[in-house]
């Protein structure tokens, strides 16, 4: 007996001292929130942080394991990329305990939520601002204040003037209210750093959404890069596996090299919008020959990286609109299969998944989401165009065939088979129309196959017994598979896409 209990006290002892095996790295599929347009809980028109909670059984009935919330924080303007007070909600959103409430729901629902935060500026009356606009007005140019902006006193290039004054200071937001932060000061890294303490720790957010990186100091990219390490460094040291990613609107080469600072992912900019890569691949003569070169393009340029795809955000047209499918409802499906399938940290702007439209002014990118339920909020200010190409989120819950469904199966599929967006590639067939790759983790191996041509049928001979996991072809017919002489003969309907594994 003494013996057994010797034994079981040092097994005991063995798993408290052996480290924990090494957790697979978790890639979510990302929803993008604009709280103002998204769910408005208490009828006042505006929606808020509450709505969102109300919401959260529907973003994760869709699949979407992760949510980034635009700017929350005080300030005066309807998108709040302005702050005025970093450690307060904004009263249009709700309090400090509704986000609190949010980020316990989510992480009860297994989802991760990260805020975004803009700190290249603050907003002119951010009282940091208004304190030093004072001193240099009452001529006391010593005055401490100072030091959390960047003032001078000849005008230039992104300098704006501080009215009754002979001072300009820095706004890389020409004309927006939104002077530059100093990022050099002492002062200010305590204060960024005291942001990120609290709703990290305190509240429990579990990351960030970095605005306007190249901003930070503009034109000088290894200073963005190592303020980005700083940040980085910062949560790491605050939290361990704190979420960040960054928002570097440049092309790839730039992209790569700001990888270097830590930041866990990076928005792909090249392959959103009318004139990326996913919209210029699905119009291109050999559409499956296009994707597998805008592959290996992003292979070369971020080898061992985690990417950040996306069709749309907030500061671009709607994908409905770039992709011309106002009218295609099979190509507004096929553009989501390219990006959930493509691998990597996917990122969805909310509406997207119900072909919402918008483009030209800010304002229309970010229209009331259409639930169908009488609950949809207020036009965002500015608006000068109203249009809707796809039915509500009622409507479309109804339609098996609907978008909405689509994006649901196609989420669906990220998630049973996560090799998907974790694996590494490997190409098994690449034609002008039908492709096939390999995506392998130490986990598992799978193979997604997808027809890029929209009116043919696509069939292709794979070596070896596969059979069909999962499909979410587009235009309902169904893959048909047959097995013979240790081969497998697979018939893609067009623009379908499925999940093989081998027998
Ligand atoms: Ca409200
Ligand atoms: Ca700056």
Same mark, same amino acid.
């Given at each position: ?232 460094? $910062?949560?790491? @040291?605050? *939290? %361990? #596996?704190?979420?960040? !990613?960054?928002?570097?609107? /440049? ?5 790569? &090299? ?22 210029? $691949?699905?119009? @291109?003569? *050999? %559409? #499956?020959?296009?994707? !597998?070169?805008?592959?290996? /393009? ?5 080898? &061992? ?27 507004? *499906? ?170």
């Amino acid at each position: 007996m003494r013996r057994w209990l010797y034994v079981f006290s040092l097994l005991l002892l063995l798993t408290a001292v052996l480290p924990a095996q090494a957790a697979p790295q978790r890639v979510d599929t990302w929803y993008e929130i604009f709280p103002r347009s998204f769910r408005d809980s208490d009828g006042d028109g505006i929606g808020d942080l509450r709505g969102v909670t109300e919401k959260l059984d529907y973003i994760r009935g869709m699949g979407y394991t992760a949510i980034w919330l635009m700017p929350v924080m005080e300030s005066p303007s309807y998108h709040k990329y302005d702050v005025t007070d970093y450690l307060a909600i904004d009263e249009e959103y709700g309090t400090m305990e509704d986000l609190r409430e949010l980020t316990d729901a989510c992480h009860t629902a297994d989802m991760r939520l990260i805020l975004d935060l803009p700190i290249n500026h603050t907003s002119t009356q951010h009282p940091w601002f208004t304190a030093a606009c004072d001193a240099l007005r009452e001529g006391r140019t010593e005055d401490p204040s100072l030091d959390r902006y960047v003032f001078r006193q000849e005008a230039g290039s992104a300098m704006a003037q501080l009215e009754e004054t002979g001072w300009y200071y820095e706004e890389q937001f020409a004309g927006g209210g939104m002077p530059d932060l100093n990022l050099d000061s002492e002062a200010v890294r305590e204060e960024i750093t005291a942001i990120l303490d609290f709703y990290l720790c305190d509240v429990g957010v579990d990351g960030f959404r970095l605005d306007a990186v190249t901003s930070y100091y503009a034109g000088d990219k290894d200073k963005n890069i190592a303020f980005l390490a700083w940040l980085k460094e $910062t949560c790491e @040291a605050l *939290k %361990p #596996g704190s979420f960040l !990613v960054g928002e570097c609107w /440049k092309g790839l080469g730039d992209i790569a &090299d700001y990888y270097a600072s830590g930041v866990d992912t990076f928005f792909l900019f090249p392959v959103s919008q009318a004139e990326g890569s996913i919209c210029q $691949t699905l119009r @291109a003569r *050999k %559409p #499956g020959a296009a994707f !597998v070169t805008m592959m290996d /393009k992003l292979y070369d340029a971020l080898p &061992d990286r985690l990417w950040a795809p996306f069709l749309a955000n907030h500061d671009t047209g709607r994908a409905i609109g770039s992709l011309q499918a106002r009218q295609n409802l099979p190509k507004a *499906k096929f553009a989501e299969a390219v990006l959930q399938l493509m691998g990597g940290a996917s990122f969805t702007y909310y509406g997207e998944e119900i072909g919402m439209v918008g483009a030209g002014a800010d304002p229309n990118k970010r229209l009331p989401m259409l639930w169908g339920d009488g609950t949809e909020t207020e036009l965002p200010p500015g608006t000068d165009r109203v249009e809707y190409a796809y039915p509500s989120v009622a409507e479309q819950e109804a339609d098996p065939a609907s978008l909405l469904n689509y994006c649901r199966r196609i989420n669906a599929l990220r998630a049973e088979h996560p090799e998907i967006a974790a694996g590494a590639n490997r190409w098994i067939v690449t034609e002008d129309f039908a492709v096939v790759f390999e995506r392998s983790t130490a986990e598992g191996t799978c193979l997604v196959a997808m027809n890029f041509s929209p009116k043919q049928e696509q069939t292709v001979t794979l070596a070896g017994l596969y059979a069909v996991t999962g499909e979410a072809e587009t235009g309902g017919e169904t893959v048909r598979i047959e097995q013979r002489d240790s081969q497998t003969l697979l018939s893609l309907p067009p623009y379908a896409v499925c999940v093989l594994r081998a027998e």
